[in-house]
């Protein structure tokens, strides 16, 4: 990997995105929607573009040079990505994403484990990926779902969680980053008090990974996802760790080529974690692009992409605060760069529209959270998620853009 940037030149690192130079509605081009997905560097694109044009093969499957290039691509950018969150390779599932590896911990660990009387924890503020395939579990075994409730702030209440953690409690499942709230949760803190109960933990990092060091040996889960195409990398890239000695006790969740070892009609043996839970060929330009947004973030480093998205928060909290009518949801401590906001006497719907119209990308909608919205007493929200390649310019055009917004809409 490359060495770590002292001082980025932002201005500098933001060229290297093609799209931020395009024009929406006739104005110029402001991404604030990188919680729902990240725009990609030129490193990516061009690695992607390279392995089709130069190394384009399947892996693990042919004796040929090209065969041996893509394997060696594929396994490089394991190892990188394994590195960059501190973990082995040996323990790091290659997946097309958050949701899928949510889904393999579910199908491959709960199901075959919990039974009925037992209870999965979740949290108020979780994404439908991380709500929905526990369900589908529970329904099938007779386990049952309870909810840790929030702070008035949009906090986890960790007195809640404590209050939960009985001992009919065998999986605990914690989003690290809320993506409506940008409400940072003490993940670390949560584990260790799940292991101290016997809980298994499993960490959604789909928010937390593009936007904060994350160190996955030094918050102690059991298990953590993420997905690739919120860091940079393209989609259909993703991960899951889980601890050893678990993904060495699991059943494959799908079957096929490359996760055995070898196949009889009478019996199947299995290869080893992580080969055991890849059936299939992967995507592998899409994981080899993966590898190349992993070494730019290391590049700029992550400690800077942090400080430099508080900075940005900052700035647009105070334009914000200055337009009247304007109700932000989700003031937690720390929060991440992730503003989830209405405008008095505006649909988030219509409001968002009006800014495509001044060239401004907002999601407006429930964000796969609709427990968390029936929670705040809304349908929607307008969100703007912010990313080191914005700038304090980008952040007034915005603000200004929803104050005529509102007099149109009024």
């Known amino acids: 990997?490359?060495?770590?940037?002292?001082?980025?030149?932002?201005?500098?690192?933001?060229?290297?995105?093609?799209?931020?130079?395009?024009?929406?509605?006739?104005?110029?081009?402001?991404?604030?929607?990188?919680?729902?997905?990240?725009?990609?560097?030129?490193?990516?694109?061009?690695?992607?573009?390279?392995?089709?044009?130069?190394?384009?093969?399947?892996?693990?499957?042919?004796?040929?040079?090209?065969?041996?290039?893509?394997?060696?691509?594929?396994?490089?950018?394991?190892?990188?990505?394994?590195?960059?969150?501190?973990?082995?390779?040996?323990?790091?599932?290659?997946?097309?994403?958050?949701?899928?590896?949510?889904?393999?911990?579910?199908?491959?660990w709960a199901l075959p484990r919990l039974q009925?009387?037992?209870?999965?924890?979740?949290?108020?503020?979780?994404?439908?990926?991380?709500?929905?395939?526990?369900?589908?579990?529970?329904?099938?075994?007779?386990?049952?779902?309870?909810?840790?409730?929030?702070?008035?702030?949009?906090?986890?209440?960790?007195?809640?969680?404590?209050?939960?953690?009985?001992?009919?409690?065998?999986?605990?499942?914690v989003t690290h980053v809320s993506n409506v709230l940008g409400t940072v949760n003490p993940v670390a803190e949560i584990c260790r008090e799940a292991r101290r109960c016997g809980v298994i933990t499993v960490v959604d990092g789909s928010q937390a990974l593009p936007h904060r060091p994350v160190d996955i040996a030094a918050?102690?889960?059991?298990?953590?996802?993420?997905?690739?195409?919120?860091?940079?990398?393209?989609?259909?890239?993703?991960?899951?760790?889980?601890?050893?000695?678990?993904?060495?006790?699991?059943?494959?969740?799908?079957?096929?080529?490359?996760?055995?070892?070898?196949?009889?009609?009478?019996?199947?043996?299995?290869?080893?974690?992580?080969?055991?839970?890849?059936?299939?060929?992967?995507?592998?330009?899409?994981v080899v692009g993966l590898g190349a947004a992993v070494d730019y973030l290391y590049e700029i480093g992550m400690g800077h992409i942090e400080a430099r998205e508080q900075a940005l928060l900052a700035h647009a909290n105070a334009r914000l605060a200055e337009i009247p009518g304007l109700r932000v949801f989700g003031n937690a401590p720390g929060k991440a760069a992730v503003i989830s906001f209405l405008v008095e006497g505006a649909h988030a719907h219509d409001l968002a529209t009006l800014l495509d119209l001044e060239g401004v990308a907002v999601r407006a909608g429930h964000h796969c959270a609709h427990p968390l919205m029936a929670h705040l007493g809304v349908p929607a929200t307008c969100r703007a998620s912010l990313a080191f390649w914005n700038t304090h310019a980008e952040i007034d055009h915005f603000a200004a853009a929803i104050g005529r917004c509102r007099k149109l809409l009024a």
């Open 1 to 108: 990997m490359n060495a770590v940037a002292i001082h980025p030149d932002w201005l500098r690192i933001r060229a290297d995105f093609p799209v931020l130079t395009r024009e929406v509605h006739g104005k110029p081009l402001v991404y604030l929607d990188s919680a729902n997905t990240s725009q990609k560097p030129l490193p990516v694109i061009r690695a992607v573009d390279a392995f089709y044009r130069e190394h384009n093969a399947n892996v693990s499957r042919a004796m040929h040079a090209l065969g041996a290039e893509a394997t060696d691509a594929y396994e490089g950018a394991r190892r990188k990505l394994a590195a960059f969150v501190n973990v082995g390779a040996d323990e790091l599932v290659l997946t097309p994403g958050t949701t899928f590896a949510l889904n393999l911990v579910a199908y491959s």
């Open 219 to 286: 918050i102690g889960c059991d298990f953590y996802a993420f997905t690739g195409h919120k860091m940079l990398g393209p989609t259909g890239t993703g991960a899951l760790w889980g601890r050893r000695e678990h993904l060495k006790a699991m059943p494959p969740f799908l079957g096929g080529g490359e996760m055995i070892r070898e196949v009889r009609f009478e019996q199947t043996v299995f290869n080893d974690p992580p080969h055991k839970f890849e059936a299939g060929t992967p995507n592998i330009a899409g």
């Open 116 to 173: 009925e009387g037992d209870t999965i924890l979740l949290t108020r503020m979780e994404h439908h990926a991380n709500i929905v395939p526990w369900q589908l579990v529970a329904q099938r075994n007779g386990a049952r779902i309870r909810v840790v409730e929030l702070t008035p702030e949009g906090a986890l209440d960790l007195d809640d969680l404590r209050r939960k953690l009985t001992p009919d409690v065998k999986l605990l499942a």
